[in-house]
């Protein structure tokens, strides 16, 4: 997929669950479960040993899901993505050093951002998606607001994590510079321990439900 239809289609579906997982198997029926309740955007964490597998494993089991490489902190682990297919990458934060070895392998990447500085630095390197993080701890919907006022005439996109939750992420959702939120709320880590796989998909379900979706 083309960078822009890998955001069209984040924008299109608005929620981003974030996986981490220790199993390959648990990243497949996540996204398994995740798909069934209508949410079909992943970021998979590269917190774990098995993070690049599992990546693997859910690109070629799960044909719907979009599946983005979360936690890309450094050059080498884009290679690393882009071996393992995921369709995009984000991080925490900006390095400038990744962002060019993203374009090197032509790897949509959405790096992280939390200040006006950091903001002008990602559109130097020509990123207007940028992930927003951690969004609630910094200030919320309106620090958001604040910082994205003076370069709204660059259309520049937001994607925040970081405290976003059932009960706040509509909120964020509402600000159309704001393309879709992500979180763990969709997929805590005690109900894939659990295997609780229903209870996901039904998280899924009722999230999309108060979007109207």
Not at 123 to 149: H, Q, R
Request: aromatic share 8%; charged share 20%.
């Amino acid at each position: 997929m083309k960078t822009i239809e890998i955001f069209d289609h984040i924008y299109e579906k608005s929620l981003m669950a974030v996986l981490v997982v220790d199993q390959v198997e648990e990243a497949v029926n996540t996204s398994k479960a995740l798909l069934k309740g209508g949410v079909s955007v992943i970021e998979l964490a590269l917190r774990t040993p098995v993070a690049l597998e599992a990546i693997s494993a859910v690109v070629d089991h799960c044909p719907g899901m979009l599946v983005g490489a979360g936690t890309v902190i450094n050059p080498e682990q884009v290679e690393s993505a882009k071996k393992a297919g995921a369709h995009f990458a984000l991080s925490p934060g900006l390095n400038t050093n990744v962002i060019t070895e993203s374009n090197n392998y032509d790897l949509p990447f959405i790096p992280g951002i939390a200040t006006p500085t950091e903001l002008q630095l990602a559109l130097e390197f020509d990123c207007n998606c940028l992930k927003v993080f951690p969004a609630e701890t910094i200030g919320g919907l309106p620090y958001l607001k604040s910082i994205s006022e003076p370069y709204k005439h660059l259309e520049v996109k937001y994607i925040p994590l970081g405290g976003i939750n059932i009960d706040n992420f509509s909120d964020y959702l509402s600000f159309p510079e704001v393309i879709a939120v992500g979180g763990s709320w969709l997929t805590p880590r005690a109900l894939i321990k659990d295997k609780a796989w229903d209870d996901i998909t039904k998280t899924a379900q009722k999230s999309l439900e108060i979007l109207g979706k």
